[in-house]
């Protein structure tokens, strides 16, 4: 207290400091340096997770296309009913496949085999993996679990006929990165393999779909159009919708590169000419994916025939093939289609990309309501041409997203699927 005044005595400054804690205070509390810090490590930790989180599914599916392929292909040996030369049961084929690759554990006990001597035998295995994560246990996912079911089953008639359209980019980029010679090497596999394992020649025909800006069909073929406008050795179409009937469809005949690789080879049955075929192949052009399923759905038509028979009587096609495509509904027939890309639609010189990409999307929609499987690769792809792919595939299973590396190890998968699913049908 004052003793003059009889008022609280205030030290010198202390207003002045009271004033200035609020003024701090203040300035604290509108202060932002560091916010974009504290932001930018969230954004951060977010990208490491989506990325991560690519990665581990990436991986995944790599090793689930590695171990369906082995399933597939176990349970298809182990169900043969021919003579085994080497006198091992169906449970040791199938155990020998699965170690082979090195899955055996995978495989442990998780198998049936079922044997009749009336009907056949049925083998099933569902090899069961955990596949631990890189980064998704940022996340608390430590792991994946993946499960590849696969069965078979052989009676004692003879199976289903095959036929099998093959429909593959040869545009200018599959020049890169090995890219076309890898392509060559798994599709020669593919039709060896099925070709070889046909019990009689006309059981299983491949048709070879090469595919640019253009598909260029057999000399002769668009005489049988009876709506075809225009000339020139290569046609577009006007109705994408539609794929029966297809010889009464309004058509244009465009100009377009007649080198002898380019031609489509319906109804091969030969393995050496399939090969010789396929490693004529070169890479040129722009992508039209659309017309490259549209021709491949041609060949599934059973009114093309009269075109069939001209190529048959011209020996270009084996007398076998007389009366084919079957009908719709002919009973025992496998119908399947390998679509192939590692572009997208382009370059608008026939359609712009979402049109040609409509057009794509409704051939698929067609041959798939007929019956067709439809195995999809995206072949090094980019995100739009993935995309379309994963819209083509009959399922997800069907759908393939690879590498040079790795184009082999898919095309085996669709062999033993193809060859599995013959065996389904005489079920």
């Given at each position: 207290m004052d003793a003059?005044?009889?008022?609280?005595?205030h030290s010198p400054g202390s207003g002045r400091q009271g004033k200035d804690l609020?003024?701090?205070?203040?300035i604290f509390a509108r202060a932002e340096d560091g916010t974009m810090a504290v932001f930018s490590l969230f954004v951060f930790v977010a990208m490491i997770l989506f990325g991560g989180l690519a990665v581990d599914m990436m991986r995944y599916e790599n090793e689930r296309i590695r171990l369906q392929g082995t399933?597939?292909?176990a349970v298809l040996a182990a169900t043969m009913l021919r003579e085994n030369v080497s006198g091992a049961t169906p449970e040791q084929i199938l155990r020998a496949y699965f170690a082979a690759d090195g899955y055996s554990e995978l495989l442990g006990n998780n198998f049936t085999i079922v044997d009749d001597p009336q009907e056949g035998r049925v083998v099933t295995a569902f090899p069961r993996a955990r596949i631990p994560s890189a980064f998704m246990s940022l996340a608390g996912v430590d792991s994946i679990d993946m499960i590849t079911p696969s069965r078979a089953a052989e009676t004692f008639q003879g199976g289903p006929d095959v036929e099998l359209v093959m429909v593959l980019d040869v545009s200018g980029s599959m020049n890169g990165q090995g890219k076309i010679d890898a392509m060559r090497?798994?599709?020669v596999e593919l039709t060896t393999s099925l070709l070889n394992d046909a019990e009689e020649v006309g059981d299983v025909g491949i048709t070879l779909?090469?595919?640019?800006t253009w598909v260029l069909p057999p000399a002769g073929f668009l005489n049988h159009f009876s709506n075809a406008a225009g000339s020139g050795a290569c046609n577009d179409w006007l109705l994408w919708s539609q794929i029966v009937g297809s010889l009464n469809l309004l058509t244009n005949r465009a100009n377009c590169n007649t080198a002898s690789w380019r031609t489509v080879r319906p109804y091969v049955s030969d393995p050496d000419l399939a090969t010789t075929y396929i490693n004529d192949l070169r890479a040129s052009g722009t992508t039209s994916i659309d017309l490259g399923i549209r021709y491949g759905a041609l060949f599934f038509d059973p009114t093309i025939?009269?075109?069939i028979s001209e190529l048959i009587a011209n020996h270009e096609i084996n007398p076998v093939f007389e009366g084919r495509p079957y009908d719709w509904d002919a009973p025992n027939v496998v119908r399947a289609l390998i679509l192939l890309t590692d572009g997208q639609n382009c370059c608008g010189e026939r359609y712009p990309e979402l049109v040609q990409n409509l057009n794509s999307e409704r051939v698929c929609d067609a041959l798939k309501d007929q019956?067709?499987?439809i195995y999809a690769i995206a072949y090094q792809a980019p995100s739009s041409g993935a995309a379309l792919m994963q819209d083509c595939a009959s399922s997800p299973s069907h759908y393939f997203n690879t590498t040079a590396d790795g184009i082999i190890d898919v095309f085996r998968g669709i062999t033993a699927s193809i060859q599995t699913q013959a065996l389904r049908l005489t079920l």
């Open positions: 003059i005044t009889g008022q609280p005595r609020k003024g701090d205070l203040a399933a597939d292909r090497d798994a599709a779909v090469p595919y640019d025939r009269p075109a019956g067709v499987l």
